[in-house]
């Protein structure tokens, strides 16, 4: 399997942008991928956009992407308050969101939802992403859920075992609030990188998979 890279276009840092609905959206679906580049070193800027948060959700994320992106030179994380599960009713003002998002610095790669997922809210994300970001590359990440509707993704990030462990920790150690769902489990998280490793042939046995709908070959 040809391995592509991820560089950057000139000399000032990578700029990634990280966008989820929910405040462990981002952590599931691309958390050991950000480990993965941020360990690769050369210098990489993250701003990390949530619509969904409480006060107390609010808190476990930036304790959670403090330490997934305790290695960026520079990260700046955003949080929203729109109404869970309710996103298609508030449209409008999320897109307004998506606007003032573009307006910032321009991103190197997006990390967003996958475009099939079976969330409502989750669809919203990815659907406006799309229509902010044009001409930039955005990987769909995809978050295991009771709703089910895992597809074959067409991309994969390769991740160690040590990755694997410091996003499963950070996981399980921060969102003390989601530890009474029966899916939110290390058993899950391991579980799905598991059998994206099988599917990407990764050397270490794990991999986080992602829906790619347009990319570019140099």
């Given at each position: 399997m040809l391995d592509l890279t991820i560089t950057r276009r000139s000399r000032r840092p990578l700029r990634i942008l990280c966008l989820g609905a929910h405040c462990d959206d981002i952590d599931i679906g691309c958390g050991g991928t950000l480990l993965r580049l941020l360990?690769?070193?050369?210098?990489?800027?993250?701003r990390w956009v949530v619509f969904s948060a409480s006060a107390e959700r609010g808190r476990e994320l930036r304790a959670s992407a403090k330490r997934f992106l305790?290695?960026?030179?520079?990260?700046?994380?955003?949080t929203h308050g729109f109404r869970d599960s309710y996103f298609p009713a508030?449209?409008?003002e999320i897109k307004e969101v998506f606007e003032a998002i573009r307006k910032g610095p321009d991103p190197d790669v997006i990390f967003?939802?996958?475009?099939?997922?079976?969330?409502?809210?989750?669809?919203?994300?990815?659907?406006?992403?799309?229509t902010a970001f044009r001409r930039h590359l955005i990987l769909e990440y995809e978050v295991p859920k009771y709703d089910g509707?895992?597809?074959?993704?067409?991309?994969?990030?390769?991740?160690?075992?040590?990755?694997?462990?410091?996003?499963?920790?950070?996981?399980m150690g921060c969102y003390?609030?989601?530890l009474a769902k029966p899916w939110?489990?290390?058993?899950?998280?391991?579980?799905?990188?598991?059998?994206?490793?099988i599917e990407s042939a990764s050397d270490g046995g794990w991999a986080e998979g992602f829906h790619?709908?347009?990319m570019c070959v140099a």
């Open positions: 360990g690769n070193g050369g210098g990489i800027e993250v305790r290695r960026a030179i520079r990260s700046q994380v955003e508030q449209y409008l967003t939802h996958h475009g099939a997922d079976l969330h409502q809210d989750h669809r919203i994300i990815s659907e406006l992403t799309w509707g895992l597809l074959p993704p067409n991309a994969y990030v390769r991740l160690d075992r040590s990755q694997v462990e410091s996003k499963v920790r950070i996981l003390r609030s989601q939110f489990t290390e058993d899950t998280f391991r579980g799905l990188m598991r059998l994206r490793g790619a709908r347009k």
